[in-house]
């Protein structure tokens, strides 16, 4: 492995680090959200510091090609990624359906009030105002 390459994968596992960790920090990510950009940046900087790493850990998994690895720990962790995003989009479409559902009702009785309280104002202006 060349210099270079060793060093721009440091820099690029390190910042990817850099950024999931400012964005928490400015509350940007939650930390639900983080979990598993955390994981993928850290064992990208463990890969990059320690490439023999990588190597031990394919041929243990019977790998051929270590790259090969690389490819499907990011597929798993893109794919739990995606998992996560649709159970949370599911409950928060439940979510709104529950609260444009109540807020319909609310509307139905403050228009039930409204007319209610418009027909006792006719009826009183009818009276005369006494009772």
């Given amino acids: 492995m060349h210099t270079t390459s060793y060093l721009l994968g440091i820099a690029a596992a390190v910042l990817t680090l850099v950024v999931v960790i400012e964005l928490l920090r400015r509350r940007r990510l939650r930390e639900r959200h983080a979990i598993w950009w955390v994981i993928a940046g850290s064992l990208a900087v463990l890969v990059s510091v320690f490439p023999s790493t990588l190597e031990f850990a394919a041929g243990f998994l019977g790998i051929e090609v270590p790259t090969n690895l690389v490819?499907?720990?990011?597929?798993?962790?893109?794919?739990?990624?995606?998992?996560?995003?649709?159970?949370?989009?599911?409950?928060?479409?439940?979510?709104?359906?529950?609260?444009?559902?109540?807020?319909?009702?609310?509307?139905?009785?403050?228009?039930?009030?409204?007319?209610?309280?418009?027909?006792?104002?006719?009826?009183?202006?009818?009276?005369?105002?006494?009772?």
């Fill in 71 to 131: 490819f499907f720990v990011a597929i798993a962790i893109l794919f739990l990624v995606c998992l996560q995003h649709s159970s949370e989009l599911t409950h928060l479409e439940a979510r709104a359906r529950d609260l444009v559902e109540t807020i319909a009702l609310v509307e139905l009785r403050l228009q039930r009030v409204e007319a209610e309280t418009a027909s006792g104002l006719a009826e009183d202006k009818g009276n005369g105002g006494q009772d």
